[in-house]
């Protein structure tokens, strides 16, 4: 399907001019790390190989740059980020909202001095189709981000496996699991990386993938205390709109991203940075002299 044919939003370029307005506007343009969540969970999988335990992957979702984010806050995000060490950093799409050709220099920048030890990899939200996605496409190939929309990558280490895989957006239709799968090595560990969260219902039903990280909702904007869950829910983030599940056989993580699309409001709803450490659940043989 070409950008061309896929439905976007009407009054594209009003909502441009409102949004570069209103983020220029804020009082609070600079990156505070105290602003943010960073969330660590630690998630098992079935028959991880001892090599990649405590592997340790960030994600990234739903920069929506321009709309709230600026690029002097993206940049200084990524340099917080640069701390934090990873293994492996996934991005979950959305990377802009409606205005692409004044940020994306700014992306591609940021994205090049994004520095994971062993590969950044990512795919397309639904606004980055609005946007243009061949140009992205372009910005990932350019900053060193292996894009994995409807694609695979098996990671070795000392004779372990493990496949990092990825979906486009199926909110326009550019999705292709089948592709997904025909690529996957079998009988091995495997996730997954979709913007859209309810996709895991389409995924889990597979019982290929181990775990689906995701972003699209976020988090609803606003979190009911104790309940830890939103009552705001939009297209593809009515099932699993914030935070753990167990779908079928797999887990489903969805983030509560960076950005926020039209209203900047967050209400016990902080942005969002999240790592994952991966555990084994084999057990270690010890060998006895």
């Not at 061309?4 to 370029?13: F, H, L, V, Y």
């Not at 990873?86 to 205005?99: E, I, P």
């Not at 599940?245 to 489903?252: A, D, F, L, T």
Request: charged share 25%; proline share 4%.
């Amino acid at each position: 399907m070409k950008d061309d044919d896929i439905e976007k939003p009407r009054a594209m370029k009003v909502r441009q001019g409102i949004q570069d307005a209103m983020t220029y506007s804020l009082p609070d343009k600079k990156f505070n790390p105290k602003n943010i969540d960073l969330v660590e969970i630690d998630i098992e999988l079935d028959n991880l190989g001892w090599n990649f335990h405590n592997y340790r992957i960030l994600n990234i979702a739903d920069i929506h740059l321009g709309q709230w984010i600026n690029p002097e806050y993206l940049s200084e995000l990524i340099d917080y980020v640069n701390t934090l060490n990873v293994d492996l950093v996934t991005l979950t799409g959305d990377y802009f909202s409606y205005n692409f050709e004044d940020y994306k220099k700014c992306l591609e920048q940021s994205l090049k001095k994004l520095a994971a030890k062993e590969g950044k990899f990512g795919v397309l939200g639904n606004h980055d189709h609005w946007m243009n996605a061949d140009e992205i496409r372009d910005i990932f190939k350019r900053s060193g981000v292996v894009d994995l929309s409807n694609d695979v990558r098996t990671l070795e280490k000392n004779g372990d496996f493990l496949n990092i895989c990825g979906v486009d957006s199926c909110t326009v239709c550019c999705d292709n699991l089948d592709k997904v799968l025909a690529k996957m090595k079998v009988d091995t560990p495997s996730i997954l990386l979709a913007h859209e969260p309810d996709f895991a219902k389409e995924s889990s039903q597979t019982d290929r993938f181990d775990l689906q990280i995701s972003g699209h909702s976020h988090g609803g904007q606003f979190i009911v205390p104790k309940f830890e869950t939103t009552p705001f829910r939009g297209p593809n983030s009515t099932k699993y709109p914030v935070g753990l599940y167990k779908v079928g056989n797999m887990i489903q993580y969805t983030s509560k991203g960076l950005g926020t699309n039209s209203f900047r409001i967050r209400i016990n709803c902080k942005p969002e940075i999240t790592i994952i450490t991966l555990k084994t659940n084999k057990k270690q043989k010890i060998k006895i002299e």
